[in-house]
């Protein structure tokens, strides 16, 4: 079956920077709408940013201009570059793989942004 499969999760103190990645297997990849997502503790799961199969993208207004998202098709990874983090931005951060699917997630991985 389709697996998404995040990493580069961590602890990391406020302005500083992560990176996500998000490979892919058993899917086109290139033809997905991909996306990043996240949860905090007790608030609903919220789009961060997008990618469509032309590279364009879509972002959240709370990430605007400090994060990023990019992909590699020959990789089949996806990607999000998160700069100046703030401890509002922790949460789980999920990988998503949305049209012309049914919609397909990974597993999580947590960011914690704190001192």
């Known amino acids: 079956q389709v697996q998404l499969v995040e990493s580069g999760g961590g602890l990391v103190q406020p302005g500083g920077s992560l990176r996500l990645s998000c490979a892919a297997s058993?899917?086109?990849?290139?033809?997905?709408?991909m996306g990043w997502y996240r949860q905090a503790p007790g608030k609903q799961r919220e789009l961060v940013a997008s990618?469509?199969?032309?590279?364009?993208?879509n972002y959240a207004d709370s990430v605007k201009g400090r994060f990023t998202i990019s992909r590699d098709n020959g990789k089949n990874t996806v990607y999000l570059q998160m700069n100046s983090l703030k401890p509002e931005d922790t949460a789980v951060y999920y990988c998503?793989?949305?049209?012309?699917?049914?919609?397909?997630w990974g597993q999580g991985t947590q960011v914690t942004v704190s001192s």
């Open positions: 998503n793989a949305g049209r012309p699917g049914p919609g397909y």
């Open positions: 058993r899917i086109t990849f290139s033809i997905y709408v």
């Open positions: 990618i469509n199969s032309a590279g364009s993208t």
